[in-house]
């Protein structure tokens, strides 16, 4: 790598200050970081060490992302197959899902990098890397039959709207990934809700096999069509049709393990979501009106996206609970709501991606009186003890 280093240097000085290039100096920061990792360090104030920086942080979280994301190609294919009645080998599934796959994710990036770019050269600021898991994630919740131009709207909207209009990387108070699916949900419904977005050529009316609908385990809750839901073992395995990167909670669970080895993940809010899910899943069986209400908790956790969520969103360090006592607060509630409005509203299935939405715009108000309570609990010991002495 050192022929790259030396090429690197020799151009250069053409983007520093002075040089003809200089305009682009935020762009060619931001390929020479992508390619190196910096040798600035902090030469004044007050500051941590540390190991980890932003874009290390990233890079685990992509390569936590990688299990459910081979796993959604290889089940687009498998999806596929299965909806025509066509036999199929492992790796004809896995490249014919492949290649489904792979535009979205390119445009994706594209459109969120070009955004990016452009808001770095007007603000003569580094570009953040922050959007490189937001890149990945936007194409893991959106089903394979999008079409590509919504895809570069929802991002381009989600960029700007959740993440620039707020500062950038770090100031943004929605998940800008989540953002991106509630644009497509509530601006093109058609295309993120029925039986046809989530297996490959059902929109372009592919003949299909007897029997098969393609519709998804909370379509069939939804419709009170319990007996179509898959069995437990199924939905962990995610051999079912559903958005791209949330059907496998096996892949999920291993990105789980690679996020909070590493410590880029918090598992309190996991767990929480975990344990607030389950709760609201059982006060729903105790009061029971409908066959919704009598769906299992742990089926209730293996259905739709509440897992990647819990895993992947409602994890984000910007937009989740700072204080440890509100991590516990907002990962729980957002368990709770998602299975409330999942099962309570039934125009909105997948309530996961509303629970979050809504948790980041209390999570602020959480941790103050998170903040609150610890200032008076100690106003309260110290007036104590100075009456003692």
Do not use: C
């Not at 596929?80 to 490249?95: H, N, V």
């Not at 600021?125 to 490189?132: I, R």
């Amino acid at each position: 790598m050192n022929w790259l280093r030396k090429k690197i240097d020799a151009i250069k000085p053409h983007f520093e200050k002075g040089g003809k290039f200089y305009f682009l100096h935020s762009t060619f920061d931001a390929f020479e970081t992508f390619l190196f990792v910096p040798n600035k360090v902090t030469k004044q104030g007050s500051h941590i060490r540390d190991a980890i920086d932003l874009k290390r942080t990233m890079s685990v979280v992509i390569i936590a992302l990688i299990p459910a994301l081979l796993f959604g190609m290889y089940n687009v294919g498998y999806q596929y197959y299965k909806a025509i009645g066509q036999e199929a080998s492992f790796f004809d599934m896995f490249w014919f899902g492949f290649l489904k796959v792979l535009p979205i994710i390119i445009v994706s990036y594209v459109s969120g990098l070009t955004v990016e770019f452009i808001f770095a050269q007007i603000r003569h600021h580094e570009v953040n890397e922050g959007f490189l898991v937001s890149g990945m994630l936007i194409p893991l919740i959106m089903p394979v039959n999008i079409p590509l131009w919504m895809v570069s709207v929802a991002t381009i909207f989600a960029v700007i709207f959740g993440k620039e209009v707020f500062g950038g990387t770090g100031m943004n108070i929605f998940n800008p990934a989540l953002l991106a699916r509630a644009f497509v949900f509530f601006a093109y419904p058609k295309q993120i809700s029925g039986d046809l977005p989530w297996t490959y050529g059902l929109t372009q009316g592919i003949q299909t096999v007897d029997g098969f609908s393609g519709a998804t385990p909370l379509a069939n809750a939804a419709a009170h069509a319990i007996e179509r839901i898959p069995d437990n073992w199924t939905l962990f395995v995610g051999l079912i049709p559903g958005s791209i990167g949330e059907t496998s909670k096996m892949a999920i669970l291993i990105g789980a393990a690679i996020l909070l080895f590493t410590g880029i993940a918090n598992w309190k809010v996991m767990i929480s979501t975990v344990l607030g899910g389950l709760f609201m899943g059982f006060v729903l069986n105790v009061f029971a009106v409908n066959p919704f209400m009598e769906i299992s908790p742990i089926t209730h956790l293996l259905m739709g996206g509440f897992l990647f969520g819990a895993v992947f969103m409602a994890t984000d360090p910007v937009t989740a609970s700072q204080t440890e006592t509100g991590k516990y607060i907002y990962g729980f509630l957002i368990g709770v709501i998602a299975i409330l409005i999942r099962v309570l509203n039934p125009a909105y299935p997948e309530g996961m991606m509303l629970a979050i939405l809504f948790m980041n715009a209390f999570a602020p108000l959480i941790d103050h009186y998170v903040v609150e309570a610890n200032i008076k609990r100690r106003m309260k010991r110290w007036n104590q003890t100075t009456v003692k002495s």
